[in-house]
């Protein structure tokens, strides 16, 4: 009889045992399952998102998968923190970003000329327009939220860490946005004092098919003083769009140690290229030729893609070899 209650007794003892680790097993796969939820409801949590922009504001209810961008140095940011795209014009992609000439992508027109009948086909659900495409901004809305993102050359720093930080809240990035953000501004504090310890000027100088303009400190292209640090060589160019006109003689007035030089006619097309232009004997009795200091930028960079996070070090880099 004794042999018979420890048998059962035993019996319990294991069967207790056994319940325990089935209930145990159970409940850690309810917790993984509530975790994984949690992280997704985490993720989800912060749509539907309203962007501020200049030209109003945009609600996305989720985070975009099919996004079309009309802005060069969104395209080079978005690609920087690996957010892909659908559409683009591509009809003057810079070189580095040429993987964006590949068929998986669509072709939505120009930057000047969107292809609106494209766009609609596509379906996205994110439109991203800058300065060139502002005045269509409505015919955009009217087929997907559409998100304002544009550089101001006369502020460029602060300009690029607010688009910056859109992005990363736009596709969820914001840490990585902030790592790139913290490594632009060192390069420009590098650069910074560099030119400061260099101490010479500068004058900025766009060659188009012949014709010659200047850019100022509040111009589209001022962060080559602002930020970069560069002495400029006319504190009173008149600041407009397209820049202030000037002639061969006006350059050997102003005689800068420095001539940075973007040639628009290579990336629009043209016959008279900026080195063309600028064979000849007024330029060739400036400091800067004389001393090997008339720096070539490289234009498709600076004209279309300013605003990126690598063209903004590639533009670093063209100025920083000028001081070296």
Not at 115 to 121: G, H
Not at 140 to 168: Q, R, W
Request: aromatic share 8%.
């Amino acid at each position: 009889m004794k042999n018979k209650k420890r048998i059962i007794l035993l019996f319990l003892v294991v069967l207790t045992m056994i319940v325990s680790v089935a209930c145990g097993n159970n409940m850690e796969e309810k917790t993984g399952e509530t975790t994984n939820l949690e992280t997704e409801n985490i993720e989800e949590s912060n749509f539907p998102i309203t962007i501020k922009h200049e030209l109003g504001e945009t609600i996305l209810e989720s985070k975009p998968e099919k996004v079309i961008v009309f802005d060069y140095g969104v395209l080079d940011a978005m690609d920087k923190i690996g957010e892909d795209i659908i559409g683009l014009p591509k009809k003057t992609v810079p070189d580095y970003l040429d993987k964006y000439k590949d068929d998986k992508y669509v072709d939505v027109g120009t930057l000047q000329e969107p292809n609106f009948e494209k766009i609609y086909e596509l379906n996205p659900d994110l439109i991203i327009i800058a300065a060139r495409q502002a005045k269509l901004y409505e015919e955009f809305v009217e087929i997907a939220p559409t998100v304002y993102i544009s550089i101001d050359g006369a502020n460029y720093l602060n300009s690029f860490k607010d688009n910056m930080k859109i992005l990363g809240e736009i596709f969820q990035k914001e840490d990585i946005v902030q790592k790139e953000i913290e490594n632009i501004e060192g390069k420009i504090q590098n650069i910074n004092k560099k030119a400061k310890e260099v101490g010479k000027n500068g004058l900025f100088l766009m060659a188009n098919d012949g014709n010659l303009s200047v850019f100022g400190e509040g111009s589209r292209f001022g962060v080559l003083y602002k930020e970069f640090g560069i002495v400029p060589a006319d504190e009173n160019i008149e600041s407009s769009t397209h820049g202030q006109k000037i002639s061969f003689e006006y350059i050997v007035e102003k005689n800068p140690d420095f001539l940075y030089v973007m040639d628009r006619a290579a990336i629009t097309g043209g016959e008279i290229s900026a080195k063309q232009i600028l064979n000849n004997d007024l330029i060739k009795s400036t400091k800067a030729y004389k001393e090997d200091n008339i720096i070539y930028l490289d234009s498709p960079i600076w004209y279309v893609a300013a605003g990126g996070i690598t063209a903004t070090e590639k533009m670093i880099e063209d100025v920083l070899k000028s001081l070296e």
